[in-house]
């Protein structure tokens, strides 16, 4: 039996957050969950109350301890991940963040892109952005995001990964809205603004990202790791997984050349190539086998 490691969640206390936390206390782990304190971590684990921008609060909270890995679900900002890589260097044998698919956001590729295309050792980093005003923070995720991991990436001694996390699926707690939004209009009737040349891109459902974090936690692998499920999926196919469960509803799509589209609806292709993790030996699922069910514990709620 492997020994019981000590694990830093910071953040993510819902939705692919909190079942990572289940998996880990299911694993044996102590896990102690660090956040501003607006909501108590899942029944097992400890919580640690503090600001995680706050650098001499975080260390305060922290006091002495160590870990053997820190998963850090809220690193949007080069600023956060500076504070981050201070404070834990020295004090966690391991340091995986959560990054995003948006970190692609400039590559104009139409085949599905690996790691390498976003070198994060070559992003330039711009601490004096106003990080902490949050409509330029919504603004500019994924350069936020790319910062982030440039911070960490400098210190070549830091052992950081960064989870470049595809579009996420499924779950009754899905919070996004994104395909209700769907749903709502496709009830209605109402048209669904398309751009003209409407890309694909990947997803992965919500408790495989969090079996991948899991699996990430336990491996040596260091830089950036796409976690994609198999296989491209288009608007069309999101919407007819939801229509599936709308009998009489009209799906009617609207091209618009400028202007708001609607989510999950791409002007460029946000494909990601999982082929690293999988030598790695993640065993990934296909994307149109799960989405279906994804729907489903989505529109639930909705019944």
């Not at 880990?24 to 400890?46: C, E, I």
């Not at 850090?72 to 963040?97: E, N, S």
């Not at 923070?137 to 790319?146: I, M, P």
């Not at 459902?205 to 899991?214: K, M, P, Q, R």
């Amino acid at each position: 039996m492997s020994q019981a490691r000590e694990v830093l969640v910071i953040g993510g206390n819902r939705y692919f957050g909190k079942r990572l936390i289940e998996r880990l206390l299911a694993a044996g782990d102590r896990v102690t969950v660090l956040n501003r304190g607006s909501a108590p971590p899942p029944p097992g684990a400890a919580q640690l109350i503090a600001d995680r921008d706050e650098e001499a609060a975080l260390r305060t909270a922290l006091g002495p301890r160590t870990f053997d890995v820190v998963v850090d679900q809220v690193c949007y900002t080069p600023r956060q991940a500076a504070v981050a890589r201070r404070v834990f260097t020295g004090r966690t044998g391991r340091y995986v963040m959560t990054s995003t698919v948006e970190v692609y956001e400039y590559e104009d590729s139409l085949a599905p892109v690996p790691e390498e295309a976003v070198d994060p050792r070559t992003v330039v980093v711009d601490p004096e952005l106003p990080w902490h005003d949050p409509e330029f923070l919504q603004a500019h995720y994924g350069e936020g995001k790319r910062q982030a991991e440039a911070v960490l990436a400098a210190d070549p001694a830091f052992p950081y990964t960064a989870v470049r996390v595809a579009h996420v699926l499924g779950g009754a707690d899905d919070f996004t809205g994104r395909l209700a939004h769907y749903a709502d209009r496709i009830r209605a009737g109402e048209p669904i603004a398309v751009p003209v040349d409407n890309q694909p891109a990947t997803y992965i459902h919500v408790e495989e990202i969090a079996d991948f974090l899991f699996w990430t936690a336990g491996q040596d692998v260091t830089g950036p790791l796409n976690a994609a499920s198999h296989g491209l999926l288009t608007t069309e196919d999101l919407c007819a997984a939801v229509a599936a469960h709308l009998p009489g509803g009209r799906t009617l799509f609207q091209e618009v050349e400028v202007g708001e589209i609607s989510p999950f609806s791409f002007r460029r292709s946000y494909g990601m190539d999982n082929s690293r993790a999988v030598g790695l030996g993640f065993p990934f699922s296909t994307a149109r086998q799960w989405l279906p069910r994804a729907v489903a514990e989505t529109l639930r709620k909705d019944h």
